[in-house]
């Protein structure tokens, strides 16, 4: 590797912030108080008191109205205290981004808004983990749940130095307008965590919560759920890691149905995420080791944002929710040599990033073996039907392959492999790959054989349709499926992810099917049926569950073909790759 030039000013700060904050976040695990007292260096708090994170899905036109009122009774029922106010707009497709928007400044509040709903379990982790408050508080913009409730809860969880304070509809003082029928199914539900979770809380699922910023700095980071068990979740991997000074308060809550189909449904979603939760919590033990992976990360204060240099458009720079952005004109190389940040984010051409990309990203720059940090590319669901078909085939397993987790959230992780359009990264580094004639589509396999790391976090991204089907995608299969063989050949093997070996073993089984079909009587014409019966299914599911998620069934019948054509072209391409010669 070559040898790193000496740190700017910029540089400098970066790693004196890395240093500063790995041993404040050290000081802070070991007295696991409630994180109230998190000052920076020299003393000074640099903490509001309390951050209240408002998930938002088509808020409507009064969803600014709403927004005000949620501050105003907070901030009246903590009179002379700094609060700070996080609203994410979880995909909204209303306009309710764009008057939250023009709204901020006048409102005093931080926006988040990213263009694919990815459900409200994974908004809430969004805005609390940029969030600054020595408490974090969650509740729902619709205004369902009393938010002038917010003051009590923090006053109990202060007094009696709580790690959550959380709302229950079962406490003996709480308002609740609740049919029987949910009251039923909400004890079966609760009486079911007990016996998985050990947790005694009567009631998980209320979207009223005040937590300790412990909480917040070590369990949510962890978690994984995006929609209907986040709430369960919180709390079963809380209490796995020692967080367990839990109180239930009274709720005044009104609820406003929309329809039983959408309540089966999501009575079901509950139910698979929550066995979800605990296979890898007791089997798996997913989080522990994904714990142990962000070990060396840490949370931001107000006074700790290292400038980032942003390559960009002046609109996306618009939609950053970061306070330390420095917009620099040009192209990345340009930006590299004249900008004065700490960190390149580099966001390519016709992209949209998350509110959070830059904020989500920073903080696992602390870890000094990170030179940068890339993300999934989500597909929204205001892409043509041809982009959102492709998008379907690249977010299944059967037909996304290695591709997957770029365009679909997966889990944290060190890439060794990625093509990089999008990306935050050291500036020291890029000059390496610059200096070295290396493009970007191969900086993160660059950085990886010198021994740097780029990590992939799902808790973040940016928006940018695929290439559409039909020709147009299986080009880029085709051109990927030859890298990924070159790649195999050249390691003998050792590059093969679980994820290729997967998408092969379908269109091959098919294959096999057909041969025996073909060739075959009697009983091996009987085993070809199976193997092509049990491909046909798999498909059909894969379609299924794509519709499912593009909410379209014209996505679910184009996908089906297109997985299929997606398959045999990766193999062909695959094939090529394995076997062709280099040109060295």
Known sequence: ??????????????????????????????SRGPAGDARAAGGSVTRPSLTVVVPVYNGGDEIVA????????????????????????????????????ESRSASRIRVIHYDRNLGKGYAVKAGALVSHGQWVAFVDADLDLDPASIPAYLEVARRERL????????????????????????????????????LDVRDTQVGLK??????????????????????????????????????????????????SQLRSRAVLRAFVDTAAIFYRLRILRTYQRKRRLLRRTSPLTPGDLPRVGFVGSTAAASRLDYANLEVVSGSPEEAARTGQ???????????????????????????QDVAAVVVPALTPRSATLRERAAAAVLESRLGGASRRSRYFPGNLRVVIDDPAESLIVRRPDFCDALAAGVGQAQLVAWLAERGRKTIYTPGTSVSAPPAPLLRPHLLSTYEHAGSRGGAARRTRGASLSGATTLSLLPPAA?????????????????????????????????????????????????????LAATQVTYVVGFARGLTRRSSA
């Open 66 to 101: 709403n927004v005000e009122l949620i501050r105003r009774v907070v901030a009246d029922g903590l009179p002379g205290e700094q609060i700070e106010l996080i609203v994410v707009s979880d995909g909204s497709i209303d306009g309710s981004a764009e008057r939250l928007l």
């Open 341 to 367: 940040g700490d960190l390149l984010a580099i966001l390519a051409p016709d992209v949209r990033p998350a509110g959070n990309w830059v904020t989500a990203a920073v903080p696992l720059f602390v870890d």
């Open 510 to 562: 098919a294959l096999v099917g057909l041969t025996l079909l073909g060739a075959g009587s009697g009983d091996t014409r009987r085993v070809g049926t199976g193997l092509v019966a049990a491909y046909g299914a798999a498909v059909a599911v894969s379609s299924a569950l794509a519709a499912l998620r593009f909410r379209s069934v014209k996505v679910g019948l184009f996908a089906a073909p297109a």
């Open 163 to 198: 790690d959550f304070a959380i709302g229950s509809k079962r406490h003996s003082e709480s308002v609740v307008a609740y049919p029987l029928s949910r009251r039923i199914a909400s004890r079966c539900y609760q009486q079911l965590n007990r016996l998985l979770f050990r």
């Open 1 to 30: 590797m070559s040898a790193a030039p000496a740190p700017n000013a910029g540089a400098a700060r970066l790693l004196a912030w890395g240093s500063r904050r790995i041993v404040a976040v050290k000081v802070a695990s070991a």
């Open 210 to 259: 005040v937590i300790s910023r412990a909480v917040v700095d070590d369990v949510l980071p962890l978690l994984l759920v995006k929609r209907f068990a986040f709430d369960l979740e919180l709390l079963a991997v809380g209490a796995e890691l020692g967080y367990t000074r839990v109180r239930e308060l009274p709720v005044k809550l009104e609820y406003r149905f929309t329809g």
